[in-house]
């Protein structure tokens, strides 16, 4: 088991904001290093929307790629994690403890959008990445204080 640290995600000035810049692709890719990505996969709009968003398009190992993109609901961010660096205050490498087997992380990056691709068709809200939006609306009602108004229209059967 770990941690994760998010002390850097209070102070929004420390970090990376990647708004715009992340993507779901449909594919798993083998790398975890740094590249180059904006002369290599270079989106592009296209006239087309769906439910009121406009479509971008881009090709991916010569594969074509149709995307929209999609924002965080209100209240919600994404964080991009990495290891935590093992270095004390003085910039020394900590010693690890013998019980220190969990690995910590910490916030590098943040974002509130991102773009979603699908190969050769069209994003659509039926798409399982789509639809799992909807469980922040779920978890929201699930967490909303219930009034004595409402504990009373239920008792009631519905009646007022």
């Known amino acids: 088991m770990g941690t994760i640290d998010l002390r850097a995600a209070a102070n929004e000035n420390s970090i990376a904001d990647l708004s715009s810049q992340v993507h779901q692709l449909p594919c798993c890719i083998r790398f ?6 904006s002369h290599y996969f270079k989106p592009k709009s296209i006239e087309v929307e769906i439910d009121g968003v406009k479509t971008e398009e881009a090709h991916f190992r010569g594969r074509k790629l149709q995307g929209a993109p999609i924002s ?6 994404g964080f991009v ?6 270095l004390n205050a003085n910039g020394k490498r ?3 403890s013998p019980t220190e087997e969990n690995q910590c992380w910490e916030v590098k990056a943040k974002f509130d959008n991102l773009t979603y691709w699908n190969h050769d ?3 659509s ?3 399982t990445f789509m639809r799992s939006f909807h469980l922040f609306s779920i978890a929201e009602a ?3 204080p219930v009034k004595v108004e409402d504990l009373v229209a239920v008792s009631n059967g519905g009646k007022g």
Do not use: F, M, R
Request: net charge neutral; charged share 20%.
């Open 81 to 86: 994690l990495g290891q935590a660096s093992n």
């Open 72 to 77: 965080l609901p209100s209240g919600y961010s």
């Open 142 to 144: 699930l967490h909303k």
């Open 94 to 96: 900590k010693a690890p």
């Open 32 to 37: 975890d290093g740094p590249a180059q990505v």
């Open 125 to 127: 809200k039926d798409d």
């Open 121 to 123: 068709n069209l994003p």
